[in-house]
C-alpha cells in the first residue's frame, strides 16, 4: 500500500523537483567543506581555501532561496496541507546544516586556528564521520518521499552521530593531554572541535523531525 504522503507528492512535480536540489545542495557543500578543511591543513586560507568557501556561501545562497521558494509554493498554491508545517519544519532544520558549513567556513578564515599534526588525521576522520551521517539523513528524506520506510536509515544516522561524539571526545582528550599547546590554544581547539561536532547533532535533529513526520502521515 501507498503511503499518504507518497500519494500528494506525486502530484507536486514542481515540489519534488526543488527537494531534489535543495537536498543536493547539502551534499555537495559537505563535500566542499570537507575539500576546503584539508586544503585549510594544508595551505592555510590561501586562494583555494577561499574559492571553496564562496563555493559554499553560493550553495547556502541557492538553498536559502530554495526554502523561501517551497514555503510560498506550500502555502499560496495550497500544496501538501496535511504535512505542511512539518515539511516546512524538515526544511529550515535540513537549511540549519548548510549554514553550518557556511559558518564553519567563516570561523576557520577569521581565527584561523593552528591545529597540531597529530589532530589532522583524527579531525578529518571526525569530519567525514559527520558528513556519512548528514549523507545518511538526506537519503532518509529522499526514502521518505518514495513511500519506503526509513527505519533503518533514521537508526544509521542516530548510530553514526553518536561515533561522531565519541570521536570528538578522543579528539578533546588528545587536545588536553599536550600541555605544551598551553590553556588558550587548548580552548580554542575545544571549540573548534565542538563547532564540527555539531555538524552531526543538526543531522539527528533533522531526522528526529522526519521520524515525528513518519508517525504522523504514513498510513
Not at 78 to 92: G, Q, T
Not at 152 to 161: H, S
Request: glycine share 4%; net charge negative; charged share 30%.
Amino acid at each position: 500500500m501507498e503511503s499518504k504522503h507518497f500519494i500528494l507528492f506525486k502530484r507536486t512535480r514542481h515540489l519534488e523537483e526543488q527537494i531534489t536540489l535543495f537536498l543536493m545542495n547539502i551534499i555537495q557543500a559537505g563535500y566542499l567543506l570537507k575539500q576546503g578543511f584539508e586544503s585549510y591543513l594544508e595551505k592555510g586560507v590561501d586562494k583555494h581555501f577561499k574559492d571553496l568557501k564562496n563555493q559554499v556561501s553560493s550553495l547556502e545562497a541557492e538553498n536559502d532561496a530554495l526554502r523561501r521558494n517551497m514555503e510560498l509554493d506550500l502555502y499560496h498554491h495550497m500544496l501538501l496541507p496535511d504535512m505542511r508545517s512539518d515539511l516546512i519544519d524538515l526544511l529550515e532544520a535540513c537549511d540549519k546544516i548548510i549554514n553550518k558549513y557556511e559558518a564553519d567556513m567563516i570561523l576557520w578564515s577569521l581565527e584561523k586556528p593552528e591545529i597540531p599534526a597529530k589532530l589532522h588525521l583524527p579531525l578529518i576522520q571526525m569530519i567525514s564521520t559527520s558528513l556519512e551521517c548528514v549523507g545518511t539523513f538526506i537519503g532518509c528524506v529522499k526514502t521518505f518521499f518514495s513511500g519506503q520506510s526509513v527505519d533503518d536509515e533514521i537508526q544509521i544516522t542516530y548510530a553514526l552521530e553518536h561515533q561522531v561524539d565519541l570521536q570528538a571526545i578522543d579528539l578533546k582528550n588528545l587536545t588536553f593531554k599536550d600541555k605544551r599547546l598551553g590553556l588558550a590554544r587548548q580552548l580554542q581547539l575545544k571549540e573548534f572541535i565542538y563547532s564540527l561536532e555539531k555538524i552531526s547533532d543538526m543531522a539527528e535533529d533533522a531526522a528526529d523531525k522526519l521520524k515525528v513526520m513518519v508517525a504522523k502521515h504514513t498510513l
